[in-house]
């Protein structure tokens, strides 16, 4: 039986800001809560933060978890103190529209809300086709003097959302992709005794602008064995047909087998699906035609590295409404956890 995970440090995570490329407060929360329980803990020069946990063999394993989230970066304060911004990652810009934002300047954040015209002077065609990027701007209430002191292009933002457990064991929140990896990660370091392998424990950065820092982390390290832990979009909602769903929130650990990045080898994908069936661990199949993640770059570092991803459902993925099961995260706890602490094998 694996160890109770706490959700407290899920709640941390997913508050704390944390844009591709501005991952600080993210990495420092988690480099204080693991240093106690790693071996050896180090950031690299792109800034993913690696914990090594030493394991009773001579093998390798790497298991990456991306800190950073999608979100915005401020490029323009006109004269009037309005903020315009870049997209960073995937944000759909129609789920901007009037959200509450906090504008990370050196002194500090500050709050903001996307603006939108109200229905009183917008026509039936206007409201009937949705807002360019170019359009939206952040209001921070403050004088324009004032945003100009405080605030600078090249500052990130980030989607104000708290966390909230709602339903039925669901978690509402932003950046649950992928700070609920980075929550079973962390977990998995801190409870994991005597693991098989030897344990890189890799909080990678940029995942959402191209798999950037699992690129340089996986070339860093001689791994026999990658995973990447990650949120997936679930599509089990109105409107998509049930064999687009791809995965289920509630419906265990996605094992995936295919994305538009990789394919996992045959003997891993059967060999984590018989662990699964033997532990009575709950899971589904992930097969995605699209998308991507850190497992995508693992496995052709060096001369190739067998991996896959272990996925979490998320759905309305890349807002700041992400919605999970905990009992999903659980299970990608305890399927990661017994293959770290007993191997698995070709
Ligand atoms: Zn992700």
């Known amino acids: 039986m694996t160890e109770k995970m706490d959700f407290s440090l899920l709640k941390t995570l997913t508050n704390l800001a944390g844009v ?153 929140a932003k950046a649950l992709d992928d700070r609920a990896g980075a929550f079973v990660l962390a977990e998995l370091v801190r409870t994991i005794k005597n693991p098989f392998y030897n344990i890189y424990a890799v909080f990678t950065v940029q995942e959402e602008v191209g798999l950037r820092g699992a690129t340089t982390a996986a070339f860093g390290i001689d791994a026999d064995l990658g995973f990447a832990l990650d949120a997936t979009g679930a599509a089990d909602i109105p409107g998509c047909a049930p064999q687009n769903h791809i995965m289920r929130v509630g419906g265990g650990v996605g094992v995936s087998v295919i994305d538009g990045r990789t394919i996992t080898p045959d003997w891993l994908f059967e060999g984590l699906k018989q662990i699964c069936r033997q532990e009575k661990i709950n899971w589904q199949v992930r097969c995605a035609p699209r998308g991507g993640n850190d497992a995508g770059v693992i496995h052709l570092s060096k001369t190739g590295i067998p991996a896959c991803a272990l996925s979490l459902a998320a759905r309305n993925i890349h807002s700041c409404v992400e919605v999970s099961a905990k009992s999903d995260i659980e299970a990608m706890f305890q399927l990661v956890s017994h293959v770290a602490k007993n191997g698995i094998t070709k």
């Open 20 to 172: 591709s490329g501005r991952e600080s407060a993210v990495r420092a929360c988690l480099q204080e809560r693991l240093t106690p329980y790693a071996d050896e803990i180090r950031t690299d020069v792109l800034g993913n933060l690696i914990v090594y946990k030493k394991g009773t063999s001579d093998k390798n394993l790497l298991l990456c978890a991306h800190m950073d989230e999608v979100g915005l970066m401020v490029r323009y304060v006109d004269d009037n103190g309005f903020l315009y911004f870049v997209t960073v990652g995937g944000i759909d810009p129609r789920t901007l529209l009037a959200q509450r934002v906090r504008v990370q300047t050196k002194n500090g954040p500050i709050l903001g809300v996307i603006g939108t015209k109200p229905a009183h002077i917008t026509t039936e065609a206007d409201r009937a086709k949705a807002v360019p990027l170019s359009d939206l701007y952040i209001d921070t209430g403050l004088p324009a003097g004032q945003v100009h002191q405080f605030v600078e292009p090249g500052d990130s933002v980030v989607l104000d959302r708290q966390y909230e457990e709602f339903g039925d064991g669901r978690i509402c």
